[in-house]
Every structure is written in structure tokens, then in C-alpha cells.
């Protein structure tokens, strides 16, 4: 079992920064990607980042690169999402999910056997 508890969340204006962190817990030794979803109001969950748990390969939606940093912190067992520019559109609970099989990070696709945590929301005003 992995545990995965998401901070950061909050409101922001647009045009701000936010930093989400996903603390993990557990058998972390079992995970090969780490990731970041968000899901706005009324519409499917939605691919942000991944980053390899023991490399430097990162993959990013086209709707975040450039303006998004993911990265991890191995001695804290944390990912975190750097989020600058944010948009309206940015507006989502965003997840982090930890991959359990191996896989390169382009390949998002999540199965039942990856874990989630419960969700920090983002709210971006005008």
C-alpha cells in the first residue's frame, strides 16, 4: 500500500503561483512514476505531469508546459506540482497519483493498481 496526501491547494489570482505537494508513505520502494491529475467542475480527470521516482524524466500536458515544474523531493518522499501563470482554466482538484508498474512517463494511463491521493483544490480568480 502506498498513501498519498496532497497540500497546496487554495485560491489564487490569475497570473499567481501555487506549489502542491504530495507527501507518500509506505511501500514507496513499489513506485515507478509519480503524477499529477485535476479534474475541473463538470468535466473528466485530466493528465498534468508525471516524473520518474528515481530519474529525471518529466512528461507535461500541453496545456501546462512551460508554465508548470514538476518535481520530487526523494528525501521527503514528496512530488511537488509548481504551478506559475495559472489560468481560469486552471480551476480543478488536482490529484497526485503513484504508478506501480513500470512504465515511461509518457505512458499516463492509469490502472486500478496505481494509487491516488484524496484531492487539494485550486480555485483561480479573475
Known amino acids: 500500500q502506498v498513501q498519498l496526501v496532497e497540500s497546496g491547494g487554495g485560491f489564487v489570482q490569475a497570473g499567481g503561483s501555487l506549489r502542491l505537494s504530495c507527501a507518500a508513505s509506505?511501500?514507496?520502494?513499489?513506485?515507478?512514476?509519480m503524477g499529477w491529475f485535476r479534474q475541473a467542475p463538470g468535466k473528466e480527470r485530466e493528465f498534468v505531469a508525471t516524473?520518474?521516482?528515481?530519474?529525471?524524466?518529466?512528461y507535461y500536458a500541453y496545456s501546462v508546459k512551460g508554465r508548470f515544474i514538476i518535481y520530487r523531493d526523494n528525501a521527503k518522499n514528496t512530488v511537488y506540482l509548481q504551478m506559475n501563470s495559472l489560468k481560469l482554466e486552471d480551476t480543478a482538484v488536482y490529484y497526485c497519483?503513484?504508478?506501480?508498474?513500470?512504465?515511461?512517463?509518457?505512458?499516463?494511463?492509469?490502472?486500478?493498481?496505481?494509487?491516488w491521493g484524496q484531492g487539494t483544490e485550486v480555485t483561480v480568480s479573475s
Open positions: 497519483v503513484a504508478y506501480t508498474s513500470l512504465r515511461a512517463v509518457l505512458d499516463v494511463t492509469t490502472t486500478p493498481d496505481d494509487y
Open positions: 509506505g511501500r514507496t520502494f513499489s513506485t515507478y512514476v
Open positions: 516524473i520518474r521516482w528515481h530519474g529525471d524524466s518529466t
